[in-house]
């Protein structure tokens, strides 16, 4: 595993969103869901303020379009994984976050295909409890535009998901048996992409804690926090590894453990003084692989017209420019793929080093603030409080 610690966070603050007083009487995260059994769409409540699910959750031959709207997803394996991602190009994940839907590196799943180039390094990890993934990426190639990053969830704010109605099934967990036609279904999973970053982790229900490792309250603590990895720039690698504390959990300098409780989303974060640092757990076995194997389906599609993407190519996949530290340039590099106003923050706070950093994105009074935390790359973001 090349390369040192790569991630950074950069925390977004979104104070004029309006959280209705409402919660489901039908959790999504509470749905067991056998993959033979899933319905046209998973969402039940009707009467939720925030609306209904948007796409649908059976997807097959004739949804597999760059239009597709299918909202049921997998992490299998470092070739074979999906992100969530708008359904309409230059969005922000703040505007959409209900209604992302499934963008794969793979056919077969009846959903959007990741255009070859949007990842530019990830890093997938398998442990005993949960499949985590993390990288960069050229995050116009996914309708994503703007500054606004966020967390996707089994939870969101009234229960529902988001996207709102959200399913997520792998054929890697144990109970799999190695055979890719068994999936299993995910209860619990978090998602961040924004900033040309993104991480997620989907929990295996039959282990001790998937709500506690795949816990979705940290929303303003964006990957670094949520899900610790090592991403070499340009690298896609699969590893093993050991479960990571639960989120929150951390282990003091006086040997006690403890839990970090992030703060209400109208009380400031002190970003350079949370009360620990993550280590990513223990990885080992990790098989490097070409991204050009990893997205073989994706090279015959282009990023939809309306997004910022000129920018994206030229200075995409940020490489390990010869060396095992990571440079500075490599962060700010990596961070300005979109050309992006706000990536260019993440960027240029990251490399100085300087700590948080607040400027004011166009959406919804959002601030950004970047933060260095060590070194440098995956620049990340939360926005919305998912209870
Ligand atoms: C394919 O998926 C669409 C959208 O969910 C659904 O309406 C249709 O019935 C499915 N077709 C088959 C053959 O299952
Ligand atoms: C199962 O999927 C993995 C990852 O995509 C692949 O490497 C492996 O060959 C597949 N196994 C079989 C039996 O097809
Ligand atoms: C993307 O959206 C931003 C903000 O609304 C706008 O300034 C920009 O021109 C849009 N880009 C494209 C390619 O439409």
């Known amino acids: 595993m090349p390369g040192s610690t790569l991630l950074s966070l950069t925390l977004l603050a979104v104070s004029s969103v309006v959280r209705a007083d409402y919660f489901s009487t039908d959790p999504l995260a509470d749905k067991v869901v056998p993959y033979a059994s899933i319905p046209y769409q998973v969402m039940t409540d009707k009467d939720d303020p925030r609306g209904f699910q948007s796409g649908y959750n059976i997807c097959n031959s004739t949804t597999e379009n760059q239009d597709s709207k299918c909202q049921t997803m997998f992490v299998n394996h470092i070739d074979d994984f999906c992100l969530w991602a708008p359904a309409t190009p230059n969005s922000t994940i703040a505007d959409t976050e209900g ?4 963008w794969c590196s793979k056919k077969g799943h009846g959903t959007r295909i990741i255009p070859a180039g949007a ?7 398998q442990t005993p409890s949960y499949i985590q993934i993390a990288g960069t990426l050229n995050q116009a190639y996914l309708n994503i535009g703007g500054v606004d990053g966020g967390e996707l969830d089994s939870g969101g704010q009234d229960g529902e998901g988001n996207p709102m109605g959200g399913l997520v099934y792998t054929n890697a967990f144990a109970a799999s048996n190695g055979d890719n036609g068994t999936y299993i279904q995910a209860q619990h999973w978090s998602f961040f992409i924004g900033n040309n970053a993104f991480c997620g982790k989907i929990c295996d229900q039959s ?29 896609f690698e699969a ?22 409780h992030q703060p209400a989303e109208t009380v400031a974060i002190d970003y350079n003084n949370l009360p620990y640092t993550p280590t990513p757990a223990p990885t080992s076995s990790c098989v490097p692989y070409q991204s050009s194997v990893i997205f073989a389906d994706g090279a015959a599609v282009t990023p939809a017209a309306g997004n910022d993407v000129s920018g994206a190519g030229a200075s995409a ?30 960027g240029s706070a990251a490399a100085s080093g300087s700590g948080a950093k607040p400027s004011t994105t166009g959406t919804g009074g959002a601030a950004a603030f970047g933060v260095s935390v060590g070194a440098v790359l995956l620049g990340f973001i939360s926005v919305l409080a998912a209870l």
Do not use: F, W
Not at 99 to 102: I, M
Not at 239 to 260: A, F, H, I, N, R
Not at 320 to 326: L, P, R, T, W, Y
């Open 239 to 260: 590893c093993k590894g050991d479960d990571m504390l639960p989120v929150g959990v951390y282990v003091g300098t006086d040997g006690q453990t403890s839990t970090y």
């Open 207 to 235: 282990k001790p804690n998937p709500q506690g490792l795949c816990n979705n309250v940290y929303d303003r603590l964006g990957c670094e926090y949520n899900a610790p990895a090592n991403v070499a720039p340009g690298t």
């Open 317 to 346: 996949a940020p490489t390990a420019s010869g060396s095992g530290s990571v440079p500075a340039g490599a962060a700010t590099g990596g961070a300005k793929t979109t050309g992006g106003a706000g990536a260019k923050t993440t």
């Open 119 to 125: 990842i530019t390094s990830i890093q997938l990890i």
């Open 99 to 102: 209604d992302e839907v499934a």
